[in-house]
């Protein structure tokens, strides 16, 4: 079992910047590929960025890149996704996720575990 936690959510005007950190505890947290997904009110979850196990590998979803940036600290157990030039259409609550498959995923149902999520508002 990983547990996972997300915070940094927050209110921020359009253009502007915010950092989400996930903390994971229980198994060995390099063992797991880390995604951010979002989900906006009446629209499915989608995906946002993933990292490698190792972090040397990273996805971006169109929409954000260049915008945002994921990172992690197995050190830590931690994975960031720092987002800058804040749009309102990035408004939706965010979710990490872990997964232990060798292979990245950009799917939601290929990820075993998952976070409560946390708020992101953009205001235009």
């Known amino acids: 079992q990983v547990q996972l936690v997300e915070s940094g959510g927050g209110l921020v005007q359009a253009g502007g910047s915010l950092r989400l950190s996930c903390v994971a505890s229980g198994r060995a947290f390099s063992n797991y590929a880390m995604g951010w997904f979002r989900q906006a009110p009446g629209k499915e979850r989608e995906f946002v960025t993933a990292i490698s196990r190792s972090g040397g590998s990273t996805y971006y979803a169109d929409t954000v890149k260049g915008r945002f940036t994921i990172s992690r600290d197995n050190a830590k157990n931690t994975v960031y996704l720092k987002m800058n030039i804040l749009r309102p259409e990035d408004t939706a609550v965010y979710y990490c996720?872990?997964?232990?498959?060798?292979?990245?995923?950009?799917?939601?149902?290929?990820?075993?575990?998952w976070g409560q999520g946390t708020q992101v508002t953009v205001s235009s």
């Open positions: 996720a872990a997964e232990g498959g060798v292979i990245v995923h950009t799917t939601p149902r290929s990820y075993d575990y």
